[in-house]
């Protein structure tokens, strides 16, 4: 069965520390996209990056940066000098080609990036 | 491009009304639309994949009489809570497939904030 697990339930962190949310997947498939979307307060979804099963690269993104690894079935994310605007829900999702392109959301983490 | 509308995107109803919710696809063409919901500090929960031309599927738990999926043209996807109870409040999503894009990309709309008193 496919499912996302992301154990950090709340974070908070002082402005201008690193944090890193974690996220761990479980699928038999072997294509799979990995996505992590951001969640303001207003609610609309804000995507920040998708990744295929096939590109174990990391990427880097100004601040954001994703480690991928398929030996830990892990695909985490890191903020590198967090600022308050930061702050929000992430949610990271796996879709493959079992689901039809169907998303499975993590439970979400709350990032709060304080002053 | 790839925009994504709902409409309302907030809505205060009373107990035994019902409510529908328009989502669209404002700059492409979409044979496939999903469907969430998300309670309060909860993650996103798939509700119904909508297909144009053709019945909506349903996941397992959701009420196929009480939410009402309607996907008649692709541009645009309507979801109608019947008879909408306090306990139907919550953040309804949708999101949007391109029909010349990729399977695994999805658009998602700004959600409509549904309470119902």
């Known amino acids: 069965a496919q499912k996302v697990t992301q154990a950090q339930t709340e974070i908070s962190v002082v402005e201008k520390e690193d944090v890193t949310l974690d996220c761990v997947y479980e699928?038999?498939?072997?294509?799979?996209?990995l996505f992590w979307y951001k969640q303001p307060p207003s609610g609309e979804l804000v995507f920040l990056i998708r990744?295929?099963?096939?590109?174990?690269q990391n990427e880097i993104s100004g601040r954001y940066s994703w480690n991928f690894q398929k030996s830990t079935s892990s695909f985490n994310f890191t903020i590198t000098a967090s600022q308050v605007v930061d702050s929000a829900v992430y949610f990271c999702?796996?879709?493959?080609?079992?689901?039809?392109?169907?998303?499975?959301f993590g439970q979400g983490t709350e990032l709060s990036v304080k002053p | 491009g790839a925009v994504v509308s709902q409409h309302p995107s907030w809505v205060i109803c009373k107990s035994g009304t019902s409510v529908k919710i328009e989502c669209r696809s404002l700059?492409?063409?979409?044979?496939?639309m999903f469907w969430y919901r998300q309670f309060p500090k909860q993650s996103l929960m798939l509700m119904a994949t909508?297909?144009?031309?053709?019945?909506?599927?349903?996941e397992q738990g959701v009420e196929k009489d009480k939410f009402l999926i309607n996907h008649a043209s692709l541009t645009l996807s309507t979801l109608t809570v019947t008879s909408a109870h306090p306990e139907d409040s919550s953040f309804y999503i949708c999101?949007?497939?391109?029909?010349?894009?990729?399977?695994?990309?999805?658009?998602f709309g700004p959600g409509t904030r549904l309470t119902v008193t």
């Open positions: 999101s949007a497939r391109d029909v010349q894009g990729s399977l695994y990309e999805q658009y």
């Open positions: 699928t038999r498939d072997t294509t799979y996209y």
């Open positions: 990744r295929n099963s096939f590109d174990e």
């Open positions: 999702a796996l879709s493959d080609s079992n689901q039809g392109g169907k998303l499975i």
């Open positions: 700059d492409f063409q979409a044979t496939t």
């Open positions: 909508s297909n144009e031309g053709s019945k909506a599927t349903y």
